[in-house]
T-cell receptor, first 112, second 115 residues
Framework: KQEVTQIPAALSVPEGENLVLNCSFTDSAIYNLQWFRQDPGKGLTSLLLIQSSQREQTSGRLNASLDKSSGRSTLYIAASQPGDSATYLCAGWMDSSYKLIFGSGTRLLVRP | DAGVIQSPRHEVTEMGQEVTLRCKPISGHDYLFWYRQTMMRGLELLIYFNNNVPIDDSGMPEDRFSAKMPNASFSTLKIQPSEPRDSAVYFC?????????????FGPGTRLTVT
């Protein structure tokens, strides 16, 4: 059974720091990997999707990479801002079935 | 596009009552997903549809849960009878396999409280 683990569970950093969020999965049969952001009491906002043929994706200050061989993905946030404070979730798409398996999330606090 | 629309946003009901959650996917998307989020179990996929047909309902917890998609623009998730342990946030999401950027887009969720 596929399991997705996110480390750390919580992170507090001062504004301006570069940071890395980690996501690992037990089964390398990940098809795509998607990173989401969730603000308290809100829905999920898609940040980046790494397709099966890709190794990384970039959007603004965000960069996500995927290494299927090691079963890991990382989300890099450059020059963090207080507005980046949220919970970040990674989710693996299993094979081509479109079933998303979610990690438990990393709760990020960026202090002014 | 208005995005994925869910209603109601909040629902409070008593144990034993029937609850119906509604979802309107993004126009043109042919996949629709229902998820449940709780503190204990995180986000779980309940069921998903492709072209209005249920493909995988293995995540539906019990027979008390049922989902339908009568057309491409509407889906319901029904719980009958509801129990306190069903209290959670229920999300609907949609996607298009053939359409970039291929991502799943989530609605704002319905927060269900069963007393």
């Amino acid at each position: 059974k596929q399991e997705v683990t996110q480390i750390p569970a919580a992170l507090s950093v001062p504004e301006g720091e570069n940071l890395v969020l980690n996501c690992s999965f037990t089964d390398s049969a990940i098809y795509n990997l998607q990173w989401f952001r969730q603000d308290p009491g809100k829905g999920l906002t898609s940040l980046l999707l790494i397709q099966s043929s890709q190794r990384e994706q970039t959007s603004g200050r965000l960069n996500a990479s995927l290494d299927k061989s090691s079963g890991r993905s990382t989300l890099y946030i450059a020059a963090s801002q207080p507005g980046d404070s949220a919970t970040y979730l990674c989710a693996g798409w299993m094979d081509s079935s479109y079933k998303l398996i979610f990690g438990s999330g990393t709760r990020l606090l960026v202090r002014p | 596009d208005a995005g994925v629309i869910q209603s109601p946003r909040h629902e409070v009901t008593e144990m034993g009552q029937e609850v119906t959650l509604r979802c309107k996917p993004i126009s043109g998307h042919d996949y629709l997903f229902w998820y449940r989020q709780t503190m204990m179990r995180g986000l779980e996929l309940l069921i998903y549809f492709n072209n209005n047909v249920p493909i995988d309902d293995s995540g539906m917890p019990e027979d008390r849960f049922s989902a339908k998609m009568p057309n491409a623009s509407f889906s319901t998730l029904k719980i009958q009878p509801s129990e306190p342990r069903d209290s959670a946030v229920y999300f609907c999401a949609s996607s298009c396999f053939e359409c970039p950027p291929y991502e799943q887009y989530f609605g704002p969720g319905t927060r269900l409280t069963v007393t």
